[in-house]
């Protein structure tokens, strides 16, 4: 088996993340640290992945900013 997906690979799988229900044709579950981790093309963590609490909700995360260093 080949690390890259093949044609057939690639038309015998359904073409939507099954976490999110995006378009995403190459997702793929991935073992990091000993957990089964759904990710998009191998590198990029799906955000409804429920082995990191995947986002449930509707409303964003807060965004933190780093704090400047007074001079």
């Known amino acids: 088996m080949s690390v890259f997906p093949s044609c057939l690979d690639l038309l015998d799988r359904p073409m939507t993340c099954p976490g999110c229900r995006t378009h995403a044709p190459r ?4 073992r990091i ?9 191998g590198d990029v963590i799906c955000p409804a992945d429920p082995t990191f609490g995947g986002l449930t909700g509707s409303k964003p995360l807060p965004v933190v ?7």
């Open 65 to 71: 900013e780093p704090l400047g260093v007074a001079a």
């Open 33 to 41: 640290d000993g957990l089964r981790v759904l990710t998009h093309d």
């Open 27 to 30: 997702w793929t579950w991935v």
